[in-house]
């Protein structure tokens, strides 16, 4: 079996804490539900890409905003038991980190998030510094924080260093932002302005120079195109306790496989299965327990 474990992938973005609650229904309007005691999870694009990425045995350093606040340890101890290298560009600053809302169904694992986009608050670390010290072998971006995005974008840039995309959703910085990008995975909700229609983004994305693009759509089919190919790759259908997170950790396996020789085709649906095997278990963490990686690598 070949190892990666030291190539070295830098995610920047958004650490959030996730509060879920599991429902039998999506309530309405002016009622009160009463639930099960909900679930308290450190999470965010970026985060639990890393999460993903060091499962499978890669190296995952994290460049996020944490801060002091009474939930730090939280972070602090998610960070260790997931094997995350952090660098906090909140250190030492009074700060609450970004507070999610989930509430998940029982019965299908669909679910509502209620939360915002954070802004930039005073970045206190040096990113050449970060980026001498660990040389990564690759960047992940999720698009928040695009000072600071659009900042490692250009040092990678200088450095040869390709850059990975989430395309959760479309955000007013990313026209400044994709032209660094070699690699877009976006979901089927990333909808530039004047797109309609998946081959409209696809059009808009290439026209911005990114030469690989991928687009998920849950359970349903992955469309992907690059220079010399094109196609959809089917998903295998699981059990589905769980969607939180699962394109996260897609893009956490992507960034593992992607370091690997395989095409990009290939790589796309080795993360698709670690995505949907996490569908099969509740929360974001409960599937790094239940499953081993030496499933996957075989």
């Known amino acids: 079996m070949i190892s990666f474990s030291d190539m070295t992938t830098l995610f920047a973005g958004l650490s959030t804490l996730d509060i879920q609650y599991f429902v039998d229904k999506f309530p309405g309007s002016n009622t009160k539900t009463k639930t099960e005691e909900p679930q308290l999870l450190v999470g965010g694009p970026a985060t639990n890409a890393a999460v993903a990425n060091s499962f499978m045995g890669g190296k995952s350093v994290l460049y996020s905003g944490v801060g002091n606040s009474p939930f730090k340890d939280m972070f602090v101890k998610d960070f260790e038991t997931c094997n995350i290298k952090h660098f906090d560009f909140y250190a030492g600053k009074e700060q609450l980190p970004v507070l999610t809302s989930v509430i998940t169904s029982k019965n299908s694992g669909d679910r509502n998030i209620f939360t915002y986009n954070p802004v930039t608050n005073g970045v206190n670390l040096d990113l050449v510094a970060i980026m001498n010290e660990i040389k990564p072998d690759q960047i992940f971006i999720d698009g928040f924080y695009s000072e600071v995005a659009v900042l490692l974008c250009k040092i990678a840039k200088e450095n040869n260093i390709p850059v990975v995309f989430d ?6 910085q990313l026209p400044e932002l994709l032209p660094y990008i070699d690699i877009a995975i976006c979901s089927a909700n ?3 302005p004047a797109c309609k229609t998946k081959q409209d983004v696809i059009n808009f994305l290439k026209q911005t120079g990114i030469k690989k693009i991928a687009i998920t759509n849950g359970a349903k089919e992955i469309y992907y195109e690059e220079e010399n190919d094109h196609g959809k790759i089917k998903v295998s259908p699981v059990n ?11 893009h956490g396996a992507f960034c593992f496989y992607n370091l690997q020789d395989n095409s990009f085709k ?3 649906k080795q993360a698709s299965v670690i995505a949907s095997k996490s569908c099969e278990y509740p929360g974001t963490r409960e599937w790094l327990k ?7 690598l075989s």
């Open 167 to 172: 395309g959760g959703s479309w955000k007013q």
């Open 290 to 296: 239940k499953l081993r990686k030496e499933a996957f």
């Open 240 to 250: 589905v306790v769980d969607t939180l997170g699962a394109g996260d950790f897609f």
């Open 190 to 192: 990333f909808y530039p």
């Open 266 to 268: 290939e790589k796309l």
